[in-house]
């Protein structure tokens, strides 16, 4: 996967797409601010595009928690199904629903994770997030799994175009992430 260089449809400054290939390289979460309309939803649209990954959209609600965000475990189903006997309630796995930044974080492929409106939510909204996005991973309570992001080594290149050989050379070359954050707000701290 190549550097991010942005589309003929989005312009950006020289500075703005460093700091996005900073984050990428890095295996760093990007947390953007500004006012309305200055096109922060955009850019993780664009990145996407521009390295041709799936885009995971997470729109934030004044009602959503960040649990929400890794998993639902639906306890009144299971409790429906059991008290219907409609289904054998013993595999908890039935029950459990990845939200977007779980299906991010599980996913086979590599993605970029937009967290819209991230300033509708409670003021905790954010910290209660920073364990799972520091770690890239997270804990299915019910059922003890741990999932961890998978990393992905790409062919790595030295340069805009020859691969690396085993040869020593003058460009590092870093291995990415399987997700790439972008959480957009007014009001993030």
């Known amino acids: 996967m190549g550097r991010f260089q942005g589309t003929p449809n989005y312009i950006l400054s020289d500075a703005l797409r460093e700091i996005v290939n900073a984050a990428i390289i890095l295996q760093r979460p990007l947390l953007l601010k500004g006012e309305p309309g200055t096109g922060k939803t955009e850019l993780a649209r664009v990145i996407a595009e521009d390295l041709g990954l799936h885009l995971i959209t997470w729109n934030i609600k004044s009602t959503s928690k960040a649990s929400e965000g890794l998993y639902v475990y639906d306890t009144v189903q299971r409790l429906n199904d059991s008290r219907f006997h409609d289904k054998d ?65 790409p062919p790595r290149r030295c340069g805009a175009s020859r691969k690396c050989t ?22 993030m701290i």
């Open 166 to 187: 085993s040869r020593p050379c003058d460009t590092t070359c870093f291995p990415r992430s399987s997700q790439s954050f972008i959480s957009s707000g007014r009001n």
């Open 89 to 153: 309630v013993s595999n908890i796995r039935q029950y459990i629903r990845l939200g977007k930044l779980g299906e991010a974080l599980t996913s086979e492929k590599q993605v970029v994770v937009l967290i819209d409106e991230i300033d509708k939510a409670d003021l905790e909204f954010p910290n209660d997030l920073l364990y799972e996005l520091d770690q890239m991973s997270f804990d299915i309570i019910e059922t003890g799994e741990h999932f961890k992001a998978r990393r992905f080594r």
